[in-house]
């Protein structure tokens, strides 16, 4: 069973930059075939996406955040990263990190919160 471990939210001040890494355990050697994302959600909204890196390492964003943030990964340490900048308080949210070969595993989450 694979898990996720998200760590790196923290308070900023508007305009600040953080980075988010998540670990991923049981996957063995095959974390490299894993397409992983991180998502977000606010209290009382569903879940979005907000960026996605392939196996293959294809990119994709969503507009919210495109040219501003930046997702990465690091198969030999079964780590993905986001890379946070120009943060803005829209971007409060608690951060997922999704992993998905056959099916979908999600982290706990960590918070972001960005003050004007």
């Known amino acids: 069973q694979v898990q996720l471990e998200e760590s790196g939210g923290g308070l900023v001040q508007a305009g600040g930059s953080l980075k988010l890494s998540c670990v991923a355990s049981?996957?063995?050697?095959?974390?490299?075939?894993?397409?992983m994302g991180w998502y977000r959600q606010t209290p009382g909204n569903q879940r979005e996406l907000v960026a996605t890196?392939?196996?293959?390492?294809?990119?994709y964003y969503a507009d919210a955040v495109k040219g501003r943030f930046f997702i990465s990964r690091d198969n030999t340490k079964n780590t993905v990263y986001l890379d946070l900048n120009g943060l803005k308080p829209e971007d409060t949210a608690v951060y997922y990190c999704?992993?998905?070969?056959?099916?979908?595993?999600w982290g706990q989450g960590t918070q972001v919160t960005v003050s004007s």
């Open positions: 049981g996957t063995g050697n095959s974390f490299r075939y894993y397409a």
């Open positions: 999704k992993a998905r070969r056959l099916t979908d595993s």
């Open positions: 890196i392939s196996s293959g390492h294809s990119t």
